[in-house]
C-alpha cells in the first residue's frame, strides 16, 4: 500500500491550469512549471505497510561484502518501492546501503552507496552501545508517499532563463491551491529535487561553486544527466550534525548500470 492520497497528476496538473488562469498567471508560465515536475517517494517512520528502510545504527554485515567505513546512515530494500514512484532507474530487488562522513563535506565517493543483492547472507547485527557517540539513532521507515517535487529554491535553474521570469511563488502557490494535500516531510526521499538550506548542490554539476570544498562534477554526456538519488534530513537522528541535510547524487546511466563509484555527496547545516 502506498500511502498517497489525492487525485492523479493530471488531474491536480489541469485544476493548475484553472487556478493559474484564475489568477491572471500566463498560460506559457503554466506549461512551464508543469514541464518541471519530477516524481519523489518520501519514506517515514509511520505507515501501515512493510518496512521500508532502516535508519542508523549497527546493520547486519552482508557476507562476502566490504561495507564502507564512513557513517552509516540508511538501508533500503529496494523490493518494497513501487515501480516508477521516482522516475529513476531503481533496482526492483537488493539494497542500497546510504554513508556519510559526519561533518559538512561536499565531494566524490566511492563508497558513499553501495548495492547489496539479492539474496545476500546477512551477518549477525552487533548491539548499539547507547554511549557510542558515533552511532545515528535506530528507526525504521514504513511509509511510503508519492510526491511531486519541485526546484522551488535551486539557484541554477531559477536564475537562467526562461524560469528567471517566472512567478515562481505564485506559481507554487497555485499548485499547492490545485493540489489541497497536506505537506508530508519525509525522513528520507529518494528521487525529486533536493530540499536546500542555503547551497543548492546541483551548482557544481553547472560548473559553479558555492563552497571552496565542493569538487565540480564530470560533465554528463548527451543523453544523460545528474539527479538526485536521495536526501536525508538527519534532525534529532543525528548526534553528529541534528540539523544536517544529506544529498546523494548520481548520474542516471550509473543508476541503471548499478555503478556507484563516483556518487556525489553533499551535506551542510541548517
Request: contains cysteine; hydrophobic residues 45%.
Amino acid at each position: 500500500m502506498i500511502e498517497h492520497a489525492g487525485a492523479s497528476f493530471a488531474a491536480v496538473a489541469a485544476r493548475f491550469r484553472e487556478v493559474a488562469a484564475e489568477r491572471h498567471l500566463p498560460a506559457v508560465a503554466a506549461e512551464t512549471y508543469l514541464s518541471l515536475v519530477r516524481p519523489a517517494l518520501k519514506l517515514t517512520k509511520d505507515g501501515p505497510g512493510p518496512m521500508v528502510a532502516v535508519i542508523g545504527g549497527n546493520l547486519p554485515v552482508p557476507e562476502g561484502i566490504a561495507l564502507s567505513e564512513r557513517l552509516f546512515v540508511a538501508a533500503v530494500d529496494c523490493s518494497t518501492l513501487p515501480p516508477g514512484a521516482t522516475g529513476l532507474p531503481l533496482p526492483a530487488e537488493g539494497h542500497l546501503f546510504f554513508f556519510a562522513d559526519p561533518w559538512p563535506f561536499s565531494m566524490v565517493l566511492p563508497d558513499a552507496v553501495q548495492y547489496i543483492p539479492p539474496g545476500t547472507p546477512l551477518g549477525p547485527e552487533e548491539p548499539v552501545d547507547p554511549d557510542h557517540e558515533e552511532i545515528n539513532v535506530r528507526s525504521y521507515l514504513h511509509g511510503r508517499h508519492r510526491a511531486w517535487s519541485w526546484p522551488h529554491n535551486a539557484a541554477h535553474l531559477w536564475s537562467q532563463p526562461p524560469l528567471a521570469d517566472l512567478p515562481a511563488e505564485e506559481l507554487r502557490e497555485a499548485w499547492g491551491s490545485a493540489e489541497d494535500l497536506p505537506g508530508v516531510f519525509g525522513d528520507f526521499q529518494l528521487g525529486g529535487y533536493p530540499v536546500i538550506f542555503q547551497n543548492d548542490p546541483f551548482e557544481p554539476a553547472q560548473g559553479t561553486s558555492c563552497c571552496e570544498e565542493e569538487m565540480p562534477l564530470p560533465p554528463a554526456e548527451e543523453g544523460d544527466e545528474w539527479v538526485l538519488l536521495a536526501t536525508w534530513n538527519a534532525r534529532e537522528d543525528s548526534p553528529h550534525m541534528p540539523d544536517g541535510l544529506f544529498h546523494w547524487i548520481i548520474l542516471r546511466s550509473d543508476l541503471a548500470a548499478l555503478r556507484f563509484d563516483r556518487v556525489y555527496t553533499f551535506a551542510e547545516l541548517a
